[in-house]
């Protein structure tokens, strides 16, 4: 994040942390003045709400919403 990289690629970030502590990070990461594009595979429903596109695993199959 201090080099502005172009694309951030994150796994569950912040599961670890409280809802209110993740909720911040999120955020600051998802903020459109920031430089990224990001992809983030979470099981935390809150990033949906910044997602442009979102793709679904179910059941075996791709699904786009």
Known sequence: IVTEPKLLLLED??????????????????????????????QNDYWKQFCTEKIFLSDGHIKRS
């Open 13 to 42: 970030p912040f599961m670890e942390l409280n809802p209110e502590e993740s909720k911040t990070l999120i955020d600051f990461i998802a903020s459109k003045e920031n430089p990224w594009a990001i992809i983030v595979v979470s």
